[in-house]
């Protein structure tokens, strides 16, 4: 493939991360925006949909920003084996490692939060 290719999928993969922490972030915000408005106090089973939404969200984002960041770090091991590249190019080089954080740091935060919110939703009455 070319650089320009390449970079082209490095692009792509770095707006898949994006959208993929959209979702989640937004319903964990929405959540906690909702507790104090009577989520903490609703039904067990409206609790525990929210928690099942939240779980199943985070899993689905989770999965695309492994899968993201692995396709991403691949690209950027093809643009180090070409003989020429662009700056653009060494920048996603020098930047392929730090997609790790989006890989494992990122769930973990998330997985943390939901044990949180999962605390606060069923142990609160």
Do not use: C, Y
């Not at 989770?62 to 070409?82: G, I, K, R």
């Not at 973990?108 to 939901?114: D, S």
């Amino acid at each position: 493939m070319s650089e320009f290719e390449l970079l082209g999928l490095w692009q792509k993969a770095r707006l898949h991360l994006v959208l993929s922490q959209m979702a989640p972030t937004f319903l964990l915000i929405a959540t906690v925006a909702l507790f104090p408005l009577g989520l903490g106090q609703a039904p067990i089973v409206v609790r525990l949909a929210a928690l099942g939404i939240l779980l199943a969200s985070g899993i689905l984002g989770a999965l695309v920003q492994f899968s993201s960041s692995a396709e991403a770090q691949a690209v950027a091991a093809d643009l180090a084996a070409l003989k020429t590249r662009s700056a653009t190019s060494e920048r996603a080089i020098t930047l392929a490692p730090w997609l790790n954080v989006v890989k494992f740091v990122t769930p973990a935060i998330f997985g943390i939060i939901f044990l949180l919110l999962m605390a606060a939703l069923l142990l609160t009455r």
